[in-house]
């Protein structure tokens, strides 16, 4: 068989940069014939994504602020001119108040609450829905999710609400598009060092606890997080949806520390 994804056109937002998640699914996807376009969050963030996106072949580079539905609308509206049609989509970002990524989250403020939730949560339903509309032959959209969502991570908070809803909204979305072919999932990476990761708070104490406490003793790599999307986002799943598949080392299976950790 061919590459993969040979002949599958996509969108991937949240590159930042090169440890950027996206980024690890991007070059797996590309290097198995996946022809991308690329969104960047402002010009700031674009002096290092566009010569990134345009090394994996990327032509189809635009700047997208989630926030601003209009530069949202945009994205779409060209990716229907230049192509008519999609049949992918990977949606990696997430954003909230670095000053409330630490302490408790009972000291959430609204402000933040709502902000966390709109750019982190209900950005990939109305991203998911233009998506849809374009992916005429079917197609696949995975967002990008931690399980803090499901259980407490130190210093997560909010992010974990987000989560969670974001999870929801993977089923429900799963079951409103499963009727045109289209698959909804999420990949729930285990702790990764990227520009995201390091604004919460003893990100540091979390990636290291992982590491002693997950079946394989490590932590997963930008490449086996990219090989997870691209089952995710080919021919290799068409029969997932709805799911919250977990990147993590195994580490959400287990309950307790190793005895032999635990000193009495
Ligand atoms: P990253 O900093 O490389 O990527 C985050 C991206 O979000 C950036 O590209 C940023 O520009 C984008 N973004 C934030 N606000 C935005 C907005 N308003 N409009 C458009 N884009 C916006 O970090 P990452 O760790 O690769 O994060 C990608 C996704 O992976 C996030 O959803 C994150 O929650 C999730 N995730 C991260 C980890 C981890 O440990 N790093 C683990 C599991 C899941």
């Known amino acids: 068989p061919g590459p993969l994804m ?17 980024y690890g699914i991007a070059r797996v996807l590309a290097g198995q014939g996946a022809e991308i376009a690329y969104t960047y969050q402002g010009d700031a963030f674009g002096r290092r994504v ?23 609308d945009s994205v779409f509206d060209t990716l229907k001119e230049k192509w008519g049609k999609i049949d992918f989509l990977v949606h990696a970002l997430a954003f909230s108040d670095r000053n409330e990524l630490k302490g408790r989250y009972a000291d959430t403020t609204r402000d933040n609450f709502i ?8 950005s ?9 509309a374009l992916m005429t032959d079917g197609g696949s959209m995975i967002t990008l999710t931690y399980g803090g969502s499901t259980r407490v991570v130190p210093r997560y908070n909010v992010m974990g609400v987000a989560k969670a809803a974001l999870e929801a ?8 598009f499963g009727p045109q072919g289209i698959r909804v999932n999420g990949l729930s990476a285990g702790p990764m060092r990227t520009l995201a990761g390091s604004g ?4 540091r104490v979390i990636f290291n606890y992982q590491k002693l406490h997950s079946p394989l003793r490590r932590t997963p790599t930008l490449d086996e997080v990219g090989g997870a999307a691209l089952y995710l986002l080919s021919g290799l799943s068409t029969a997932v949806t709805g799911e919250t598949h977990y990147v993590d080392s195994g580490y959400n299976i287990v309950a307790m520390p190793r005895p032999e950790m635990i000193n009495e």
């Open 50 to 72: 566009i010569p990134l996106a345009e090394s994996l072949g990327g032509k189809i580079i635009l700047p997208c602020d989630v926030v601003d539905l209009a530069s949202v």
């Open 200 to 203: 919460v708070s003893d990100a």
């Open 6 to 22: 040979a002949g599958k056109r996509g969108l991937i937002m949240g590159v930042a940069n090169e440890r950027s998640i996206a």
């Open 169 to 176: 909204s993977v089923r429900y979305l799963a079951v409103d």
């Open 115 to 122: 902000n966390s939730m709109v750019i982190s949560c209900f």
């Open 124 to 132: 990939f339903t109305e991203i998911a829905k233009r998506a849809a």
